[in-house]
């Protein structure tokens, strides 16, 4: 279902994000082209296109050339002024946007995947994404506005949030009409991903993406989403940095902050899933990967993944422990996000993003309860967890 930004991908501040990279760390080379494009060296070029209204500022949208033409990693969020930082910047390049020939998401979040429709209309590009995440993409778009609000409704209910909390969304599903917009993120009068465009091609993990006179390889690295890839641009690095090409590591690696991990389920479907579980397994294997510099979808480029990989892992660990040891008194989901660790109080956290806190705090319950460390108290309506 749609998906927002979590309270935790602000500026970094406290345990619901982790430090920064050291000054030894930053960006080898990124001479700035224009206030809002950066060239990295090798034809790869990348562009600021805001995120309206929050508080993570931008997408860095990726402009890769090749030989039949520039191929985007990501598109941004469908919004006017977006799109027209796109086409601006696509501009400054000297590309008119008529020219992309191919599109490439990471994932299927709309800071990321909500321009591909317009990018598509605009030059007839293909767009690329895992199946996993076409599956999202193609599940939302199928389903009416009132069956979000029904899950949303129910998972939040089942979670343990306050009816207060959930009023908001079964009055919007009996009348009709879009949640008021101080209970949104973003705008516009739809919900994010429910107009997204549907991909034509598959990335396939481990292949390389058919581009032209370049050898970009597909990662799976599901967590944030089922789908998510991070792309392996093998080649060497234009500065000779020392390492295994580069990496666009969209929401899965990034120099400040730790990525929302949340439940992407199909409402019809009784698989336990396991995401945190999953994103910390693929940390691992871009770990062993080593890549010179790494070229996130937020914040900056950046070197030495082996050490941020070893920083969010440690991370989620001390993040476990802790909420274990919040599990002494047995809790709902919504309780123990209240009780987490954001950047801010959770008074703070706006409406939609506290949806997405529940996700997360659930997503770590999972882990919990697969390491054995934690469990569901048998016949407690709405569901608590308690530890082991």
Known sequence: MPQDTPPQAAPPTGP???????????PAIT?????HVTDHGGGV?????????????????HVLDTDR????VDTG????????????GLGALGIPVADVHGVVITHHHPDHHGLSGRVREASGAWIAMHAADTEVVVRTRSAEPGTWFDYMSEKLATAGAPEEHV????AARASGRMLPHTLRRGRGPHLPGLRAAVPDREIVPGELLPLAGRRLRAIWTPGHTPGHVCLHLEEQHPANLPGNGRLFSGDHLLPGISPHIGLYEDPSSER?????????????RIGRLDPAEVLPAHQHAFTDAPARVRELLRHHEDRLTGLWELLAEPLTPWRLAERMEWNRPWEQIPYGSRNIAVSEAEAHLRRLVKQGRA???????????RAL
Do not use: C, F, M
């Open 16 to 26: 619901g994000a982790t430090p920064p990279v050291t000054p030894a760390a930053a």
């Open 31 to 35: 001479p700035a082209v224009t206030p």
């Open 45 to 61: 070029h990348a562009i600021k296109v805001p995120i309206p209204d929050n508080p993570l500022g931008h997408t860095l949208v």
């Open 69 to 72: 033409g520039p191929v985007l």
């Open 77 to 88: 969020w469908d919004d006017p002024q977006s799109w027209d930082t796109l086409v601006a």
């Open 167 to 170: 009023a908001p969304l079964r």
């Open 272 to 284: 336990v899933t396991d995401p945190l579980g999953d994103y910390l397994d693929s940390l691992e």
């Open 375 to 385: 469990e569901a108290v048998p016949g407690s309506d709405p569901v608590t967890y």
